[in-house]
């Protein structure tokens, strides 16, 4: 009873186990499709690393061009600072001369 119930079973683990990795790739590779695959992996990385290191510096020149600006910005603030310190300057003597 039991003698033909054990060949079924490992015939039916195998075709089970067939079906479930049908449409993967095989375990055993060869050493060349293990290289290509890893080479392909490392270009994909240094492909994405470069287009990190263009983003970065196109982020780097915009930031430059942003601080000039701001500095710019600046210089014009502390000119009418002392443009308005001059004007605050001669409305006070113009108010000294009025009530002198």
Known sequence: MFAGLVPFLVLWC????????????????SRYDYDYKILRNIVSLEQ????LQKAMDTQKDVLESQKDELESVRDVMESQKDVISKQEQEMEQMRTSQTG
């Open 48 to 51: 994405k690393v470069d287009a």
């Open 14 to 29: 195998h075709v089970a186990n067939g079906v479930k990795d049908f449409g993967q790739e095989p375990l055993c590779l």
